[in-house]
């Protein structure tokens, strides 16, 4: 059993910038791999960003590339998603999921089986 946890959304100007961060606890950090999604009103959720296990491998979405980055602090348990230069298209709820192949990139989201609840992101134009 994995619990997430996420933080740090919040409403922000067009071009500002938030970092989100997931904290996990009941399993050791380590043994998986970790993604970001993000589900807009009427929407289907969509893939943002994964990381491996140790983050020497990470995976982003065409839309976020070269605006968002995906970190992870092992021993703090903690995922991290940098978003800078946002736009309003960016605005949905976000999501950290755990992948248990912890070595995988896999941008699907049926591959990751515990999830967040979400914290939302809203960018006014």
């Known amino acids: 059993q994995v619990r997430l946890v996420e933080s740090g959304g919040g409403l922000v100007q067009a071009g500002g910038s938030l970092r989100l961060s997931c904290t996990a606890s009941g399993r050791t950090f380590m043994s998986f791999a970790m993604g970001w999604f993000r589900q807009a009103p009427g929407k289907e959720r969509e893939f943002v960003a994964a990381i491996s296990w140790n983050g020497d491998r990470t995976s982003y979405a065409d839309s976020v590339k070269g605006r968002f980055t995906i970190s992870r602090d092992n021993l703090k348990s903690t995922l991290y998603l940098q978003m800078n230069s946002l736009k309003p298209e960016d605005t949905a709820a976000y999501y950290c999921?755990?992948?248990?192949?912890?070595?995988?990139?896999?941008?699907?989201?049926?591959?990751?089986?515990?999830w967040g609840q979400g914290t939302q992101v809203t960018v006014s134009s």
């Open positions: 999921a755990s992948d248990p192949d912890s070595d995988r990139i896999v941008v699907s989201d049926t591959a990751y089986d515990y």
